[in-house]
């Protein structure tokens, strides 16, 4: 049987459509862009789940647990956690396993889940991924609604080298 966080790295997680136009398409690269292609392109992060990763990372540490609005149409990107930093090529790019845990390890921390009654059988693991992925997507949620402001506000804040920084120490 796999343990609870190679399941959870399973799974796709998925944040309000609103988000796209506003904040993925302009910051990021779907399929990835490395190197120059990113740069020509004007994108900050090679492919959206490292926009997604930065933003859950945001949220986490301003506090900022959104969740998504039922009736809110979802996205996702189609690509499992487990996929994340996956080297299909040869780059300079690490693996992300190490970040993977660093992310389950928080969603643990903050998530109000039962790991007793999961070793008694009485709530199913699926139950309790569930439960870390409406964390997991409600951090997030809150870290693209402060990205999406900060855009709106400043559309120039991110042509300073370390904004992304800036934002991240800003709302500790």
């Known amino acids: 049987m796999e343990n609870l966080f190679e399941k959870w790295r399973t ?24 190197g ?18 930065y933003a859950f990372f945001l949220g986490l540490y301003a506090n900022e647990l959104i969740p998504i609005k039922k009736g809110s149409e979802k996205a996702n990107f189609s690509y499992p956690i487990l996929s994340w930093g996956s080297k299909t090529n040869i780059s300079t790019r690490k693996d992300f396993t190490k970040l993977q845990e660093h992310i389950f390890i ?26 870390l992925m ?23 804040f991110l042509l300073n080298p370390t904004a992304y920084l800036d934002l991240i120490v800003k709302t500790r």
């Open 106 to 131: 928080a969603l643990i921390a903050k998530t109000d889940v039962d790991l007793i009654a999961l070793d008694k059988g009485e709530v199913t693991e699926e139950n309790i991924i569930k439960q």
């Open 36 to 53: 120059s292609k990113k740069i020509n392109l004007g994108k900050s992060f090679s492919n959206n789940y490292e926009l997604y990763i």
């Open 134 to 156: 409406h964390t997991m997507e409600s951090y997030t949620n809150g870290g693209l609604t402060l990205l999406k402001e900060k855009l709106e506000d400043n559309p120039g």
């Open 11 to 34: 799974k796709i997680p998925r944040y309000d459509e609103e988000f796209r136009n506003t904040v993925f398409i302009p910051l990021s690269q779907k399929f990835g862009a490395e």
